[in-house]
């Protein structure tokens, strides 16, 4: 069936980079999604990559995809502690649903 | 503003009270959801509706219900809640675009 796996925690110190790691299963996925989870609040989504797309660049934020391994990455430049949150890996099904991971909860140490 | 808008934020009920939370999205989506969001499960898929008047089950669908009898509304129904269904709720609207447009969520809690 579908699914996505990322890890659960990570830990930066503020200026390093930050990368987060997600491996999902659905090879036909056409779209690959990071949204970020501030607390208290709703999903807002961060970045998105089209599947034909190895990289995608935005200010701060980097993501890669390995079609082949169905492994994407979000890389944050210069890590604030505003950007402490839980990242959530997606996928789009098949039937056009989102497929979540888990989340991984960044914490950004000044 | 595009938005979805959740009612209430929160709430706390007792086992086996029906209740409905609301859900209105004003960006003429066709496509509509409803996650469920536990501690070291990420969100899980409750229903979805790819259009007026067409539901389906997502991954947990047990012990609740929607309806779409309008394109901007996508209430959920709990008819009789259980404590196993304290969570964190969020709906969430897409149209052709790649976006998903998420509430601000409503936690429940049932005693």
């Known amino acids: 069936g579908e699914d996505v796996e990322q890890s659960l925690f990570l830990s930066v110190r503020e200026g390093d980079s930050s990368v987060i790691n997600c491996t999902y299963t659905d090879s036909s996925s056409t779209y690959l999604y990071w949204y970020k989870q501030e607390p208290g609040a709703g999903l807002q989504l961060l970045t998105y990559i089209f599947s034909n797309m190895d990289m995608k660049q935005d200010q701060r934020l980097t993501v890669l995809l390995n079609k082949k391994d169905k492994h994407l990455s979000l890389r944050i430049a210069d890590t604030q502690t505003g950007d402490s949150a839980i990242y959530f890996c997606a996928e789009r099904g098949s039937q056009g649903n989102l497929i979540f991971g888990k989340g991984t909860k960044l914490s950004v140490k000044p | 503003e595009a938005q979805v808008t959740q009612n209430p934020r929160y709430l706390i009920t007792v086992t086996g009270k029906k209740l409905t939370v609301t859900c209105s999205q004003n960006m003429n989506h066709e496509y509509m959801s409803w996650y469920r969001q536990d501690p070291g499960l990420g969100l899980r898929q409750i229903y979805y509706s790819m259009n007026v008047e067409v539901t389906d089950k997502g991954d947990v669908p047990e012990g609740y219900k929607v309806s779409r009898k309008e394109k901007r509304n996508f209430p959920l129904i709990l008819e009789s809640p259980s404590p196993n269904q304290t969570s964190l709720y969020f709906c969430?609207?897409?149209?052709?675009?790649?976006?998903?447009?998420f509430g601000q969520g409503t936690r429940l809690t049932v005693v």
């Open positions: 969430a609207s897409r149209g052709s675009e790649t976006e998903a447009f």
